[in-house]
């Protein structure tokens, strides 16, 4: 039995779900783990995102890492478990080690690994901090940018360790769809994910371009909302060409993705993966990228990179593609073929003329959960 436990607020919802809930889907769905796999999330009456085991909690008002770390424990007393894995935050993982004694915790990251802290306190902090890494059976990072800082900022962790990207079932996504001429943005309403800067460089773009339109889908506005009010303001000179969509499912996001011309991701941060710019190559369509992070790993030679983050560079870079639909068409082919060759979830889903078959995201995982379990097995000193 293998335990995913999903971080609190999350119901592993088919309706709203979140891109962790989204990643655990994908990795179980293709994993040979599937049918020993059990959900833990909270409680809902929606349709779940996945069918398989699911164990459902009551929302802990306070404490909530403690109380799933004991919930886990009576559960695998009752049932039995391998092995745990769970999303993103150190302290939970730890505490979930510490109430399953004998049972291997994997902690999967999706963003870099927080470095040791500086000033008063530093070090009895970062000595806990290191005794809850290194109690840990494994830990998964998102690309090879989040490893090398990992590994840098915490050189004396001896666990096991590997990059585990996001992944997609490629057989779902459709890039032979008709595109139209519109331009896709999706992302959280933060200005570290550049969004007025696009919709500065949107609407620039628009006025010239009667044809095309827009479409923002936004999430989490009333985080930020003098951000969201001034990426509204950007655009209302271009109304009747782009508008903005909020809290809409994820299968309308994949709908218009598809038949989308042009993606824009423009993080100003440094990216761990981008998600967003997967998706957009999954569909097949054109994508203007930042660069940051782990977004050159996902893109490589098939997206246009910008040289600034700024309206005006946008605005340019959308009039380049919007010029050569020709060479636009080629960039999104070169990109929809290096996803499927890299970043497959399963074996099934990955691209049928490849010279050398890559292992899939899913087996990569299942190995890895291969190599915590052996390393369990036996008293060890170092990874």
């Known amino acids: 039995m293998i335990i995913q436990a999903l971080p609190r607020r999350m119901a592993f919802e088919a309706r709203k779900s979140s891109s962790v809930e989204l990643c655990v889907a994908e990795w179980v769905s293709g994993s040979r783990f599937r049918d020993q796999t059990t959900i833990f999330a909270e409680q809902s009456s929606e349709r779940p995102l996945l069918d398989v085991a699911i164990h459902r909690l009551e929302p802990a008002p306070r404490l909530a890492s403690w109380h799933l770390a004991r919930s886990i424990r009576a559960f695998a007393a009752k049932k039995g478990s391998k092995l ?8 939970t993982a730890a505490r979930i080690a510490l109430f399953n004694h004998g049972i291997p915790v994997v902690l999967h990251t999706h963003n870099f690994i927080d470095p040791p802290v500086k000033g008063k306190g530093a070090a009895l902090r970062n000595w806990l901090r290191l005794k809850e890494l290194q109690s840990l059976g494994g830990i998964t990072l998102v690309s090879d940018a989040t490893l090398a800082q990992f590994e840098r900022d915490w050189p004396d962790v001896r666990i096991p360790r590997t990059v585990l990207s996001n992944g997609f079932d ?14 896709i943005v999706v992302g959280r309403v933060q200005e570290a994910k550049g969004i007025l800067e696009v919709a500065q460089g949107v609407a620039q773009f628009l006025a010239d371009a009667r044809d095309w339109t827009a479409t923002f889908i936004l999430s989490e506005p009333q985080s930020n909302k003098p951000y969201f009010e001034q990426i509204q303001s950007a655009l209302q000179p271009v109304t009747g060409q782009a508008e903005i969509l909020t809290g809409i499912p994820f299968a309308t996001v994949k709908d218009i993705t598809e038949t989308s011309a042009i993606a824009v991701v423009a993080s100003k941060w440094i990216e761990p993966f981008g998600r967003t710019a997967l998706e957009a190559h999954a569909a097949g369509i054109a994508l203007i990228s930042s660069g940051t992070g ?28 919007e010029r050569d ?14 996803v499927r060759r890299l970043f497959p979830l399963s074996s099934s889903s990955a691209g049928s003329d490849e010279a050398e078959r890559i292992p899939s995201i899913c087996e990569r995982l299942d190995d890895f959960y291969d190599r915590v379990l052996a390393g369990s097995a036996r008293p060890s000193t170092s990874c």
Do not use: Y
């Not at 745990?84 to 302290?91: C, E, K, L, M, S």
């Not at 490629?170 to 331009?183: A, D, L, Q």
């Not at 068409?329 to 073929?337: K, Q, S, T």
């Open 325 to 338: 639909p020709a060479s636009r068409a080629a960039m999104a082919e070169r990109g929809a073929a290096r």
């Open 170 to 183: 490629f057989s779902t996504w459709n890039t032979g769809r008709p595109k139209e001429n519109r331009i």
């Open 84 to 91: 745990i894995a769970t999303q993103q935050h150190i302290p």
């Open 294 to 321: 782990g977004l050159r790993e996902i893109s490589g030679d098939g997206a246009v990179f910008l040289p600034e983050i700024s309206g005006t560079a946008i605005a340019e870079s959308l009039r380049l593609l």
